[in-house]
C-alpha cells in the first residue's frame, strides 16, 4: 500500500476555501461580447450554390503525405468531400437557402 498524501501548505496570502461555500460568480458578459441577434430582415444571406468539385480546394494544397498509399487516401478523401457537401447541400436546402430556379412555377 502507497503512504497517505499530504496536502500542501496554503500559499501565503490566501486563505483555505470555507467548506460547503460557493465562489463568487462574476456576471456574464456573453451579451456585450456577441451583441444582440439580427432579425430575419437585418440578415443579408446568398443563395448557397453546391460546388461542382468539393475537392477541388483541397487537391490544390498537393499530393497526400502518405507514401506508397496516395491513390487509395485520395479515394477515400474524396468520398469524404462529396459526404460533405451533400450534408450541407441538404442543411442549405432544409434552410431555404439553395437558388430558385426562375423557370419553375
Known amino acids: ?7 500542501k501548505p496554503a500559499a501565503a496570502g490566501r486563505k483555505p476555501a470555507a467548506a460547503g461555500r460557493t465562489p463568487r ?14 432579425t430575419d430582415d437585418e ?7 453546391p460546388p461542382d ?14 507514401p506508397g ?9 474524396a468520398s469524404v468531400y462529396e459526404k460533405a457537401a451533400g450534408l450541407a447541400t441538404a442543411l442549405a436546402a432544409a434552410a431555404d437557402l439553395l ?3 426562375e423557370d419553375e412555377h
Open 53 to 66: 468539385d468539393p475537392g477541388a480546394m483541397v487537391r490544390s494544397l498537393g499530393a497526400v503525405p502518405l
Open 69 to 77: 498509399r496516395e491513390h487509395v487516401a485520395e479515394h477515400y478523401f
Open 1 to 7: 500500500m502507497s503512504p497517505a498524501r499530504r496536502r
Open 99 to 101: 437558388p430558385h430556379d
Open 25 to 38: 460568480k462574476r456576471p456574464l458578459a456573453g451579451a456585450e461580447f456577441w451583441g444582440t441577434q439580427p
Open 43 to 49: 440578415l443579408d444571406v446568398d443563395d448557397i450554390r
